[in-house]
Each structure stands twice: as C-alpha cells, then as structure tokens.
C-alpha cells in the first residue's frame, strides 16, 4: 500500500501560485501512477493533472492547461503540482492520489485505490 500527505495549500489571491506537495511513503518500490484532483463545495470531484511514472506521460485538463505544471522525483517519492494564474473558482480541496501501473496515466477518479486527506486552496478575488 501507498500512504500519501500532501501539502502546500493556503490562502492567495488570484492570479498569484501555490506548489502543491504529495509526498509518498509505505510501499513505493512498486512503480505508481499519481493524479491530483480537487473538489469545491457541492460540487464533484474533478481530474486536474496526471503523470506516470516515468513522468514521461502527463495530462492536464482543459481547465488548467497551460498554467498548472505537474512534476515528481522518484527520490523523493513526491509528487509536485504547480499552480500558477489560480482563479476564485478553483478554490476547493485538493487530493493527490496513486495507483499501481508501470505506465501511462489514468484520469478517472475510480482508477486509483490510495489517496491522500486533502489539503485546502483559496483564492481570493
């Protein structure tokens, strides 16, 4: 099993920048893919980012492409999502979450088995 903590999230007005963390520990021999997702009150969980784990394969939804930049170092079994322009309307609570895979990415929220407690984003207009 992978146990995940990420961290990072706070309080910013728009258009300033967060660097999510998602730190990985528990069994991190096995090669893992790592999705971020968030969700806003009332709202569904939605996919923001993936990446395999090379690194080689990345996805960003049309939402955030362009300004969110995902990343990881294997060393250091984390996993880093870089949020740069944020918007009000992406305040929400943010999970990173992992799956077991040699390759490629999944996007779908039901792919993953380990997930993170979530840590808060605000953005302030």
């Known amino acids: 099993q992978v146990q995940l903590v990420e961290s990072g999230g706070g309080l910013v007005q728009a258009g300033g920048s967060l660097r999510l963390s998602c730190a990985a520990s528990g069994c991190t021999s096995r090669a893992y893919g790592v999705g971020w997702f968030r969700q806003a009150p009332g709202k569904e969980r939605e996919t923001v980012a993936a990446?395999?784990?090379?690194?080689?394969?990345?996805y960003y939804s049309d939402a955030v492409k362009g300004r969110f930049t995902i990343s990881r170092d294997n060393a250091k079994n984390t996993v880093y999502l870089q949020m740069n322009n944020l918007k009000p309307e992406e305040t929400a609570v943010y999970y990173c979450?992992?799956?077991?895979?040699?390759?490629?990415?999944?996007?779908?929220?039901?792919?993953?088995?380990?997930w993170g407690q979530g840590t808060q984003v605000t953005v302030s207009s």
């Open positions: 990446i395999s784990w090379s690194g080689a394969n990345i």
């Open positions: 979450a992992a799956r077991y895979s040699g390759s490629g990415y999944a996007t779908s929220s039901h792919e993953y088995a380990y």
